[in-house]
């Protein structure tokens, strides 16, 4: 699957998005290394911290069907640049897949590429638990 599908799969899958309170939707397509996509969309909630995100949306989805290596996640907003994902979202991809790819695109078709390891240098991992007492 090539960028444009990808990003056309997340476009597809932010028209589903659940956000009444921030109107901002955002639609998410996670290529597995197995060729399968997930999607996921953002789905708000009344109490604001039971939000959760489109990226994290499509990973539950995928780790719970058993895929657990990524290629690539589109991510797509309806805004005039492209978005990148929020700070958790990096941290729960950067567990399966730290050097995945992640497209960020706009609906008028404005796209940015990059690697999540980019955005999201010295990702906190299991490294850093260490073996100690704590």
């Known amino acids: 699957m090539d960028r444009r599908e990808l990003v056309t799969e997340a476009a597809k899958a932010r028209s589903r998005a659940y956000a009444p309170y921030s109107s901002f939707a955002v639609g998410a397509a996670l290529l597995g290394k197995s060729g399968r996509v997930y999607h996921g969309c953002n789905v708000e909630n009344a109490s604001y911290g039971a939000t959760i995100c489109a990226e994290r949306v499509a990973l539950t989805k995928a780790v719970s069907e058993g895929e657990t290596e990524f290629q690539a996640i589109a991510v797509v907003c309806d805004t005039a ?54």
């Open 81 to 134: 640049e492209p978005v990148p994902p929020c700070g958790i979202c990096r941290q729960v991809l950067a567990e399966f897949s730290p050097r995945m790819e992640v497209i960020m695109a706009t609906l008028r078709g404005e796209c940015e590429t990059t690697r999540l390891d980019v955005l999201y240098p010295n990702a906190f991992g299991t490294a850093n638990l260490g073996g100690g007492d704590n």
